[in-house]
Nanobody, 122 residues
Framework: QVQLVESGGGLVQAGGSLRLSCVTS????????MGWFRQAPGKAREFVAA????????WYRDSVKGRFTLSSDNAKRTVYLQMNSLKPDDTAVYYC???????????????WGQGTQVTVSS
């Protein structure tokens, strides 16, 4: 059974940084990828970024390009989302997801974490 546990959320001022972590356990395989999604109050969940399990393929939504960076540590079975130059519009619950990955934004979301709150004050 695959389990995902996020951490690293919190309250930060605009322009600040946070690093989210997603620790995985269970039967992920090399064809899987990891993704980060976010959902702000009253809004639909949106896809933020994705990374292949080997870390060689990444994808970002336009609004976070140049500010957010994905990385992975396979030995720790952890994926990180480094978020810099944060804006109030980045405020949301951030979710980690995993599933078979086909590159770009083509990620199946078979498994989800519980979410971590990110709040950016102006």
């Amino acid at each position: 059974q695959v389990q995902l546990v996020e951490s690293g959320g919190g309250l930060v001022q605009a322009g600040g940084s946070l690093r989210l972590s997603c620790v995985t356990s269970g039967g992920l395989v090399s064809s899987f990828g990891m993704g980060w999604f976010r959902q702000a109050p009253g809004k639909a969940r949106e896809f933020v970024a994705a990374i292949g399990w080997s870390g060689d393929i990444t994808w970002y939504r336009d609004s976070v390009k140049g500010r957010f960076t994905l990385s992975s540590d396979n030995a720790k079975r952890t994926v990180y989302l480094q978020m810099n130059s944060l804006k109030p519009d980045d405020t949301a619950v951030y979710y980690c997801a995993a599933g078979r990955y086909y590159g770009g934004s083509a990620l199946r979301t078979d498994y989800w974490g519980q979410g971590t709150q990110v709040t950016v004050s102006s």
